[in-house]
């Protein structure tokens, strides 16, 4: 258990990014993140597992449970408060999330496990845009038939719509959003 007294050295990035190899501490920081009061090993294992097999908390059987009790409680906690992402109280089975939990966090929001290329849609709907519009400025036949504001209009709304989808998408994969966390599987080490 991490010493209450001293801060704990930073991570680097490297580090981090081992930590968060494993989608069962990717789990914890997601179940801390949502709770930041302290919780009872028996809890997160539970809904560690429910999250783990797809299935309702009332759905997880008892070896799926003892499953993940058995890897947090062994493996995965004691790595995590060595770090000092987590305080871990091994007699009392209890966990508390820290300040590096909330930072830590936010490597989960921007490193998912896939990602919608944004970045590269907003550039193409960008060059298609001046394209168009340098077609326009040199009366580009048929492109001219269409009146310039309906064109304005078009690409106005294209824009529109595709941030409107890109806010909605990424506040579904934000981590928190709802009961269950985004897939999250880029590497494993039970």
Known sequence: MTDG????????????????????RRYVVQYLKQD????????????????????????????QRKRVYTTLQ????????????LTFDSDRGLIQSTDRTRDI????????GYEFA??????????ISCALVAALWVG??????VPALAWTALIAATFTLTAAA???YERNM???????PPELSYGTDD
């Not at 062994?74 to 992402?85: N, S, V, W, Y």
């Not at 966090?105 to 998912?112: A, F, N």
Request: hydrophobic share 35%; glycine share 8%; no cysteine.
């Open 166 to 168: 890109h806010i909605y």
């Open 140 to 145: 580009v036949y048929p492109l001219t038939t």
């Open 5 to 24: 007294h001293t801060e704990p050295q930073p991570l680097s990035k490297g580090e981090i990014f081992d930590l968060l190899r494993n989608q069962r």
């Open 105 to 112: 966090s936010i490597y989960l929001e921007i490193v998912p």
């Open 36 to 63: 930041e009061r302290p919780v009872e090993l028996g809890d997160l294992a539970q809904q560690v597992a429910a999250w783990e097999y797809e299935t309702t908390l009332e759905g997880v059987t008892p070896e």
């Open 118 to 127: 944004w970045r590269e849609l907003y550039l193409s709907l960008g060059a």
């Open 74 to 85: 062994q493996t995965h906690l004691p790595k995590m408060d060595e770090a000092g992402i």
């Open 174 to 180: 934000r981590l928190g959003h709802g009961d269950q």
